[in-house]
Protein backbone atom coordinates (compact mmCIF):
# COMPACT_ATOMS: atom_id res chain seq x y z
CA UNK A 1 0.00 0.00 0.00
CA UNK A 2 1.48 3.52 -1.12
CA UNK A 3 1.90 5.83 1.96
CA UNK A 4 2.67 9.59 1.55
CA UNK A 5 3.62 10.81 4.73
CA UNK A 6 3.72 14.93 4.93
CA UNK A 7 5.31 16.88 7.95
CA UNK A 8 6.99 19.95 8.82
CA UNK A 9 3.77 22.38 8.55
CA UNK A 10 3.22 24.96 10.80
CA UNK A 11 2.60 28.83 11.90
CA UNK A 12 5.32 31.35 10.65
CA UNK A 13 5.90 35.06 10.19
CA UNK A 14 5.82 36.61 7.25
CA UNK A 15 9.36 36.33 5.66
CA UNK A 16 9.61 33.17 7.57
CA UNK A 17 10.53 30.15 6.62
CA UNK A 18 9.70 26.38 6.79
CA UNK A 19 10.57 23.00 5.52
CA UNK A 20 7.91 20.42 4.32
CA UNK A 21 8.93 16.51 4.10
CA UNK A 22 7.13 13.94 2.44
CA UNK A 23 8.25 10.31 2.86
CA UNK A 24 7.08 7.76 0.85
CA UNK A 25 6.65 4.40 0.76
CA UNK A 26 4.94 0.87 -0.24
CA UNK A 27 6.40 0.77 -3.94
CA UNK A 28 9.47 2.30 -6.28
CA UNK A 29 9.36 5.97 -7.46
CA UNK A 30 11.84 5.52 -9.81
CA UNK A 31 9.62 6.35 -12.85
CA UNK A 32 7.47 8.94 -10.99
CA UNK A 33 7.61 12.88 -10.18
CA UNK A 34 6.88 13.83 -6.45
CA UNK A 35 6.35 16.92 -5.23
CA UNK A 36 3.79 19.17 -3.63
CA UNK A 37 0.03 21.25 -4.44
CA UNK A 38 -1.79 23.18 -1.88
CA UNK A 39 -5.35 23.94 -1.19
CA UNK A 40 -6.00 27.37 0.40
CA UNK A 41 -9.92 27.94 2.20
CA UNK A 42 -12.49 28.26 -0.53
CA UNK A 43 -9.82 27.90 -3.22
CA UNK A 44 -8.99 25.37 -5.65
CA UNK A 45 -5.93 23.11 -5.38
CA UNK A 46 -2.82 24.16 -7.32
CA UNK A 47 0.20 22.90 -8.22
CA UNK A 48 3.21 24.30 -6.43
CA UNK A 49 6.23 22.38 -7.18
CA UNK A 50 7.68 18.83 -8.71
CA UNK A 51 10.57 16.93 -9.35
CA UNK A 52 11.34 14.28 -10.96
CA UNK A 53 12.45 11.00 -9.12
CA UNK A 54 15.08 10.07 -11.85
CA UNK A 55 17.23 12.99 -13.25
CA UNK A 56 15.56 15.37 -10.50
CA UNK A 57 14.35 17.66 -13.11
CA UNK A 58 12.33 20.72 -11.06
CA UNK A 59 8.91 22.77 -11.69
CA UNK A 60 7.76 25.44 -9.84
CA UNK A 61 4.62 26.94 -10.29
CA UNK A 62 5.12 30.97 -10.76
CA UNK A 63 3.69 32.05 -7.65
CA UNK A 64 6.32 30.39 -5.68
CA UNK A 65 9.47 30.44 -8.37
CA UNK A 66 12.69 31.91 -6.29
CA UNK A 67 10.83 31.41 -2.64
CA UNK A 68 10.48 27.70 -2.70
CA UNK A 69 13.00 24.94 -3.33
CA UNK A 70 12.00 21.05 -4.03
CA UNK A 71 14.50 18.53 -3.49
CA UNK A 72 15.03 14.87 -2.58
CA UNK A 73 17.11 12.51 -0.69
CA UNK A 74 16.56 9.16 -2.65
CA UNK A 75 18.37 6.94 0.34
CA UNK A 76 14.99 7.93 2.32
CA UNK A 77 12.17 8.03 -0.39
CA UNK A 78 11.52 11.48 0.68
CA UNK A 79 10.98 14.73 -1.00
CA UNK A 80 11.12 17.88 0.58
CA UNK A 81 9.91 21.65 0.50
CA UNK A 82 11.89 24.08 1.54
CA UNK A 83 9.66 27.44 1.76
CA UNK A 84 11.47 30.95 1.93
CA UNK A 85 10.40 34.49 2.41
CA UNK A 86 6.72 33.34 3.25
CA UNK A 87 3.70 35.44 2.37
CA UNK A 88 0.06 35.61 3.99
CA UNK A 89 -0.79 34.01 1.26
CA UNK A 90 1.02 30.78 1.13
CA UNK A 91 -1.18 30.02 3.97
CA UNK A 92 -2.58 26.61 2.76
CA UNK A 93 -2.63 23.00 3.52
CA UNK A 94 0.26 21.47 1.59
CA UNK A 95 -0.35 18.17 -0.12
CA UNK A 96 2.29 15.40 -0.92
CA UNK A 97 1.80 14.27 -4.52
CA UNK A 98 3.33 11.30 -6.66
CA UNK A 99 2.55 10.93 -10.29
CA UNK A 100 4.19 10.91 -13.66
CA UNK A 101 5.35 13.38 -15.61
CA UNK A 102 5.96 16.78 -13.15
CA UNK A 103 6.11 19.15 -16.26
CA UNK A 104 2.10 18.48 -16.40
CA UNK A 105 1.00 18.75 -12.88
CA UNK A 106 -0.51 22.72 -14.14
CA UNK A 107 -2.86 20.89 -16.07
CA UNK A 108 -6.30 20.60 -14.27
CA UNK A 109 -7.09 17.54 -13.23
CA UNK A 110 -3.10 16.85 -12.12
CA UNK A 111 -1.47 13.53 -13.34
CA UNK A 112 -1.41 12.31 -9.80
CA UNK A 113 -1.85 8.76 -8.70
CA UNK A 114 -0.55 9.23 -4.76
CA UNK A 115 -1.73 11.63 -2.72
CA UNK A 116 -0.88 12.16 1.03
CA UNK A 117 -3.08 13.64 3.31
CA UNK A 118 -1.87 17.21 4.20
CA UNK A 119 -0.20 19.24 6.52
CA UNK A 120 -1.17 22.82 7.57
CA UNK A 121 1.13 26.03 6.80
CA UNK A 122 -0.17 29.11 8.21
CA UNK A 123 1.77 32.24 7.66
CA UNK A 124 0.43 35.31 9.84
CA UNK A 125 0.78 39.25 9.15
Known amino acids: QVQLVESGGGLVQHGGSLRLSCAAS????????MGWFRQAPGKEREFVAA????????YYAVAVKGRFTISKDNAKNTVYLQMNSLKPEDTAVYYC??????????????????WGQGTQVTVSS
Open 51 to 58: IRWNGGDT
Open 26 to 33: GRTFSSYA
Open 97 to 114: AAGPYGSTWYRVPPPIDF
